[in-house]
Every structure is written in structure tokens, then in C-alpha cells.
């Protein structure tokens, strides 16, 4: 059984950082490519970034680049999601997921975990 456990969110105020780790178990963590998204109160879900199982980044949000940056540490089955500069708008449930799709058609998760909440007051 696939287990992403995601951990890290809390109480932040804007200009704010926080890291989110997701620890992975049940898969073979270095053949699966791993993302973030996050779901807001009455907002749609949106996709936040996926990194490859070779290291390389698939995407950020237009709404996280040049604030969020994703790792990974395959020795640990570990994702990370360092934030920076937190805008009161980055408020959501955060949720770490395999991700599969394309540039093109978009990218999809499945398999996420109980999601970590993080809160970022203005």
C-alpha cells in the first residue's frame, strides 16, 4: 500500500518560510515522480510542482516560482517543499502526491496523503 505522509505546515506570518517534507512508503520511491499541490477553502485544487524520479523539475505554479523550491532524497523516500516569501494567498492544505502527466496535457496526482496545513497570516 502506497503511504505519503506529509508534515512541516503550520502558523506563519507573510515574508515567512516553512519546509514540508513527505515521507513515502509502499513504492519504489526512486521509479516515481512526486509532486505538490494544495486545496484552499472554496478554491479548486491547484497543482503546486513535480520532480522526476531523476532529479529534474517538472514544473511550478506560476503563483510558486521563484519562492517554492522541490528536492528530493531518494536514500530517504523523501520530498521536500521549501517555501519562501509566504503570501497570505499560499494558505491551503498542502498535499504530496505521485504525479504523472505532461507539460502538454497537464499534470495529475494520485496516491496523496492526509495533507499538512499551512497557514499564512498578513
Known amino acids: 500500500e502506497v503511504q505519503l505522509v506529509e508534515s512541516g505546515g503550520g502558523l506563519v506570518q507573510a515574508g515567512g518560510s516553512l519546509r514540508l517534507t513527505c515521507a513515502a512508503s509502499?513504492?519504489?520511491?526512486?521509479?516515481?515522480?512526486i509532486g505538490w499541490f494544495r486545496q484552499a477553502p472554496g478554491k479548486e485544487r491547484e497543482g503546486v510542482s513535480c520532480?522526476?524520479?531523476?532529479?529534474?523539475?517538472?514544473y511550478y505554479a506560476d503563483s510558486v516560482k521563484g519562492r517554492f523550491t522541490i528536492s528530493r532524497d531518494n536514500a530517504k523516500n523523501t520530498v521536500y517543499l521549501q517555501m519562501n516569501s509566504l503570501k497570505p494567498e499560499d494558505t491551503a492544505i498542502y498535499y504530496c502526491?505521485?504525479?504523472?502527466?505532461?507539460?502538454?496535457?497537464?499534470?495529475?496526482?494520485?496516491?496523496w496523503g492526509q495533507g499538512t496545513q499551512v497557514t499564512v497570516s498578513s
Open positions: 502526491a505521485t504525479c504523472w502527466g505532461s507539460d502538454s496535457r497537464g499534470y495529475q496526482y494520485d496516491d
Open positions: 509502499g513504492l519504489t520511491f526512486a521509479d516515481h515522480t
Open positions: 520532480i522526476s524520479s531523476s532529479d529534474a523539475i517538472l
